[in-house]
Nanobody, 123 residues
């Protein structure tokens, strides 16, 4: 089992940057594929980015490709989401999630979730 805690959200102007972090408990972090998802008010939770066990494989939603970068540090039990060129439509609560071994891009495939961190992008 793994527990996840996100940090790094906040208010930023359009065009700005933020880096989200998600710290995980446990000694088996390297056996979990990780994902970032977001949920805006009145909308379903949607996929943002995912990363495989060793960080060599990354996957992105079309809406963030080229602007966001997911990475992980297995020695620190942490996954990151670097967000550049932020747009007002990126405003949402951002969640990190974990599942054993195989990376996935749908929320239902993830077993463990953090509490979320709010990102607000002003125009």
């Amino acid at each position: 089992q793994v527990q996840l805690v996100e940090s790094g959200g906040g208010l930023v102007q359009a065009g700005g940057s933020l880096r989200l972090s998600c710290a995980a408990s446990g000694r088996t972090f390297s056996t979990y594929a990780l994902g970032w998802f977001r949920q805006a008010p009145g909308k379903e939770r949607e996929f943002v980015a995912a990363i495989n066990l060793n960080g060599a494989g990354t996957y992105y939603a079309d809406s963030v490709k080229g602007r966001f970068t997911i990475s992980r540090d297995n020695a620190k039990n942490t996954v990151y989401l670097q967000m550049n060129s932020l747009k007002p439509e990126d405003t949402a609560v951002y969640y990190c999630a974990a599942r054993r071994i195989v990376v996935a891009t749908t929320p239902k495939d993830y077993n463990y979730w953090g509490q979320g961190t709010q990102v607000t992008v002003s125009s």
